[in-house]
């Protein structure tokens, strides 16, 4: 039999923040890896590793490294707010500092360190136009015509937001996976069921596109916190109960700020065979 070699191949960093997980890999100073088919081989949890969202650090100008978000099937996710809170917690370990500044698709965002030890993100302003979202076609964001009068909202990726008496009831396998193509939103959409548990708290569900069944998903949380303050449901700053944890949301006059748990799983290599197989 041959005997186990020493680590070698590709680093890689495995988190959570909320049960929703990440492989993160560090590109700064080196060529970006990932390629679709990568994600989506990395992404399988039997023959991968397995996650809900890959990020990879990029060098950055202006700001202190730069994000790419993956999904598991291989596409792309504009935006991801607990991978941003957790590649931030870890760069700011790294930095010796308590705030970060970082560029996404949707422009540069800002993180800290809060006194409690949980991780903040500032996700932006949500986009409330119907062509921002995107949409197909211009709409009341607020009220679309499907049944259930859901509500869009865009935190740089589509959000679906029901409101429902009972989240723990729906069905949310069938209902995610007919709402993430439904053809009012181009690019697919996120879905997210909330009900009100409480002044200014939530219990709210996840389907992500690209990815299915999540236990947390912090843009998602974002897109449910301002339909409900818009919908006159809560204030500003709410608590939400996901299935993995809890996240706090705070639509400040500079952003839509997301705050919660961050944890670091694992570290690995990936094989090297591994990534030309899947290059
Ligand atoms: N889990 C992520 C969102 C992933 C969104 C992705 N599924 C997309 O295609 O937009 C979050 O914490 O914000």
């Not at 202190?64 to 996710?77: E, I």
């Not at 949409?135 to 509500?151: K, R, V, Y």
């Not at 959000?159 to 429902?164: I, N, R």
Request: hydrophobic share 45%.
């Amino acid at each position: 039999m041959r005997q186990m070699q020493p680590p070698q191949g590709l680093p890689f960093i495995k988190m959570h923040g909320a049960g929703n997980d990440f492989v993160i890999l560090d590109s700064r100073g080196r060529q970006p890896v990932t390629t679709p088919a990568l994600a989506a081989a990395l992404g399988d949890r039997h023959r991968g590793v397995g996650f809900d969202q890959l990020a990879e650090i990029r060098d950055a100008e202006g700001a202190d490294f730069t994000l790419d978000f993956w999904n598991n099937d291989g596409s792309r996710a504009g935006a991801c707010g607990n991978a941003s809170r957790c590649v931030a917690d870890l760069v700011m370990a790294g930095l010796g500092r308590d705030s970060v500044r970082f560029g996404t698709a949707r422009g540069t965002l800002a993180a800290t360190r809060r006194a409690d030890g949980l991780v903040s993100v500032n996700m932006g302003a949500p986009i409330l136009d119907w062509d921002g979202v995107p949409l197909a076609e211009p709409s009341d964001l607020l009220h679309l015509p499907i049944p259930g009068d859901p509500a869009a909202v865009g935190m740089g990726n589509p959000h679906c937001v029901f409101f429902v008496d009972d989240a723990e009831a729906i069905d949310l396998a069938r209902e995610g996976a007919k709402i993430e193509h439904h053809p009012l939103f181009p690019r697919a959409t996120n879905v997210e069921y909330a009900s009100l548990t409480g002044p200014d708290r939530l219990r709210m569900r996840v389907w992500e596109r690209g990815t299915g069944i999540t236990l947390a998903c912090g843009s998602g949380a974002c897109a449910t916190a301002v339909a409900a303050h818009l919908r006159g449901l809560a204030g500003r700053h709410v608590v939400l109960d996901l299935d993995g944890g809890t996240l706090e949301i705070d639509w400040r006059d500079d952003g839509v700020w997301m705050t919660g748990p961050t944890a670091r799983v694992f570290d690995g290599w990936l094989a090297p065979e591994f990534l030309a197989a899947h290059a």
